[in-house]
């Protein structure tokens, strides 16, 4: 059974960067995509980047695209998120999400993915 583990979060002031990542403490994402998505207090989850197993694929959401990054390296069996100019709506609890396959069309789509992490949260003031 695959189990993720985010790292990363904290405090940041408006405009900062920080990175997150991803990585299992049992099992490997190698042969997995990933998927970032994030959980503000009182909204709903929503998807944020995703990668390919590969990283051949990558995809973001238009508020985010311009400034947050996902790679991985399969090497080290760890996916990241690096993010940069944050602003305060980037706060909240940021989470990963593994599956085996994921068609690109739905990558943000939280039902393809059947393995998540218990999330990191990041913080963002001005």
């Known amino acids: 059974q695959l189990q993720l583990v985010e790292a990363g979060g904290g405090l940041v002031q408006i405009g900062g960067s920080l990175r997150l990542s991803c990585a299992a403490s049992?099992?490997?994402?190698?042969?997995?995509?990933i998927g970032w998505f994030r959980q503000a207090p009182g909204k709903e989850r929503e998807a944020v980047s995703y990668?390919?197993?590969?990283?051949?694929?990558?995809n973001a959401a238009d508020s985010v695209k311009d400034r947050f990054t996902i790679s991985r390296d399969n090497a080290k069996g760890t996916v990241y998120l690096q993010m940069d100019s944050l602003k305060p709506e980037d706060a909240g609890a940021f989470y990963c999400?593994?599956?085996?396959?994921?068609?690109?069309?739905?990558?943000?789509?939280?039902?393809?993915?059947?393995?998540w992490g218990q999330g990191t949260q990041v913080t963002v003031s001005s």
């Open positions: 999400a593994a599956a085996r396959h994921v068609s690109y069309s739905l990558w943000a789509s939280s039902s393809e993915y059947g393995y």
């Open positions: 990668i390919s197993s590969l990283g051949r694929n990558t």
């Open positions: 049992r099992g490997t994402l190698n042969n997995y995509a």
